[in-house]
Nanobody
Framework: QVQLVESGGGLVQAGGSLRLSCAAS????????VNWYRQAPGKQRELVAH???????NYPDSVKGRFTFSRDNDGNTVYLQMDSLKPEDTAVYYC??????????????WGQGTQVTVSS
């Protein structure tokens, strides 16, 4: 079983920055789609960054231009740089890796989440 561990969350003032990390216990980020989601209290989980195995990254309009996804070359760690944070960015942020070890051997792993709180 692969573990994903997020870190880097915390409390920051509006306009500030945070960098979230997601470390995997096995090298899988090179062969997987990697996503960052967030979930605020009482709201549905929202996708904030989607990286395909080919390396392209998509962002929703709500974070485009402020959030940046990146990967380490080792394939073990991914990041979410969050700049110009707003109070509405407050949520628990989750890392997700989805792919397949082989045909008929898919995987879909989630981290435990890290809290981000942005004060006004």
């Amino acid at each position: 079983q692969v573990q994903l561990v997020e870190s880097g969350g915390g409390l920051v003032q509006a306009g500030g920055s945070l960098r979230l990390s997601c470390a995997a216990s096995r090298r899988l980020f090179r062969i997987s789609e990697v996503n960052w989601y967030r979930q605020a209290p009482g709201k549905q989980r929202e996708l904030v960054a989607h990286s395909t195995g080919g390396g392209s990254v998509n962002y929703p309009d709500s974070v485009k231009g402020r959030f940046t996804f990146s990967r380490d070359n080792d394939g073990n760690t991914v990041y979410l740089q969050m700049d110009s944070l707003k109070p509405e960015d407050t949520a628990v942020y989750y890392c997700n890796a989805r792919g397949a070890w082989a045909v008929e051997a898919p995987f879909d792993f989630w981290g435990q989440g890290t809290q981000v709180t942005v004060s006004s």
